[in-house]
């Protein structure tokens, strides 16, 4: 068994965060979708660009790629968490998937439009890497740490994944800014960024690699099928989790409040570069802000949960997520984005720790199969960017208007607002119960 709350288990767990949060600050958020829409973009087909033979509008096709790599973590990752808590490869997947991400995004230093197919494919495997290494990284949460920790220890991994991504980021806009500097031309310094990215993230996932515990197999019969284990081990979870009332609740509320908030922070970048013709450097400095604020909005969210509860927190938060998204729709110059960045930054953080450690709490603690169970909020969290992505692709696809697609976008948050606000009051009759029987 695992010691819950070592200072070194849980420094080299958050560490794994500061590693590959470069890739979401770089590839999905800042220089990566500034490149790509400047070199699809020309004055013969506007933002028309051709994938193996069919055309598609330049950020739909990304936003498609995504969406798919994303669907392949939903199939995939049931499966394999369930046999990685049988067998106890929990961290032999974990390295797996970090090195396809990693690699994927070296290859895309190759980048240019006679290499677009290829690119692309390292686009959406760098995708798959990041996401699948990621569902094992969460599944050591209430492994390391105990019920009371959880949410500090959370915002921890978040707090060093911003601060990790930061410094990428500064290193990176070195070369983007000043590509004269180093005799290089603008693209190159752009291509450049790709490598470092997958150089920062598998060199400093080795810390995780080396400290963090392998998996505890679960005890029981020798015979295991690889085939059809996983699936019965994926079963005898989902039987578990309908017999806990309010993970069964949290779950939905989970799903669509996640279909609004990972789909603007991956489109945001393309938002501000399409509809508001904003430089490299301008978007660059906004997600740095961003990133800035969400660190603080982190560290007040952890302590906002211990005063008031994580479903009411929760609650507040995405109230705000609605707002936001709603005031979209009518940014018209970059001031207004900067305005709204601030406030993603402080919402964004919160969000995602809040989450991940409300759903540690709700599932049985001190057990093996981890990564079982967070397979199924991970998988949740998958399907609803894949859900997002596709319905923002095919709004825009339709009216050719961003902005349309955040209003479409901003229902999702109202649904999963009222179906929080109903947790909320079960959460209320469960202690009422306990208390009752006490």
Not at 85 to 92: A, E, N, S, T, V
Not at 107 to 126: H, K, P, R
Not at 294 to 321: D, E, H, Q, Y
Request: glycine share 8%; net charge neutral; charged share 10%.
């Amino acid at each position: 068994m695992t010691e819950k709350n070592n200072k070194k288990t849980i420094w080299a767990w958050a560490m794994f965060d500061w590693a590959n949060q470069a890739y979401n600050m770089v590839i999905t958020s800042t220089i990566f979708p500034a490149y790509y829409v400047a070199i699809t973009a020309n004055k013969h087909t506007g933002d028309m660009v051709t994938f193996f033979g069919h055309q598609y509008v330049n950020t739909v096709l990304s936003n498609y790629i995504l969406a798919v790599s994303y669907l392949l973590i939903v199939i995939m990752l049931p499966i394999l968490t369930s046999i990685a808590d049988y067998k106890g490869h929990k961290k032999l997947y974990l390295q797996l998937f970090t090195w396809m991400g990693s690699l994927a995004c070296m290859g895309l230093f190759f980048f240019t439009m006679d290499t677009f197919e290829f690119s692309m494919i390292c686009f959406g495997l760098a995708s798959v890497g990041y996401c699948g290494g990621f569902v094992f990284y969460n599944s050591y949460l209430p492994q390391i740490a105990t019920v009371d920790q959880q949410d500090a220890v959370s915002a921890k991994g978040f707090i060093y994944g911003f601060a990790g991504s930061i410094v990428v980021q500064v290193l990176c806009f070195i070369f983007v800014l000043f590509p004269q500097v180093f005799g290089i031309t603008d693209d190159l310094a752009a291509r450049i960024s790709f490598l470092i990215v997958g150089f920062w993230w598998i060199g400093f996932s080795f810390i995780a690699f080396y400290l963090l515990p392998k998996g505890e197999p679960n005890a029981g019969s020798h015979k295991y099928n690889v085939f059809t284990g996983g699936f019965k081990e994926l079963v005898k979870v989902w039987h578990k989790v309908k017999e806990l009332p309010l993970l069964k609740r949290f779950l939905p509320a989970f799903f669509f409040y996640s279909v609004g908030v990972q789909t603007i922070m991956l489109v945001a970048a393309n938002f501000g570069a399409k509809e508001l013709k904003m430089p490299e450097e301008s978007l660059i400095s906004i997600i740095l802000i961003i990133q800035v604020v969400a660190i603080i909005g982190a560290a007040i969210t952890a302590k906002m949960s211990a005063k008031f509860g994580n479903v009411k927190v929760l609650s507040t938060i995405v109230a705000v997520w609605c707002l936001i998204c709603g005031g979209v729709y009518f940014i018209a110059n970059a001031q207004q984005f900067y305005v709204a960045a601030v406030l993603v930054g402080i919402v964004m953080g919160g969000v995602q720790s809040l989450s991940r450690s409300t759903y540690s709490k709700y599932i049985p603690q001190n057990i093996p199969d981890t990564a079982s169970y967070f397979s199924f909020y991970d998988v949740t969290e998958k399907l609803s960017i894949v859900v997002g992505l596709f319905t923002f692709g095919f709004v825009e696809e339709m009216t050719h208007e961003m902005r349309d697609s955040a209003l479409v976008l901003d229902g999702f948050f109202a649904i999963g607002l009222l179906l929080l606000l109903s947790l909320m009051m079960a959460e209320s009759r469960v202690k009422s119960a306990k208390n009752s029987i006490a």
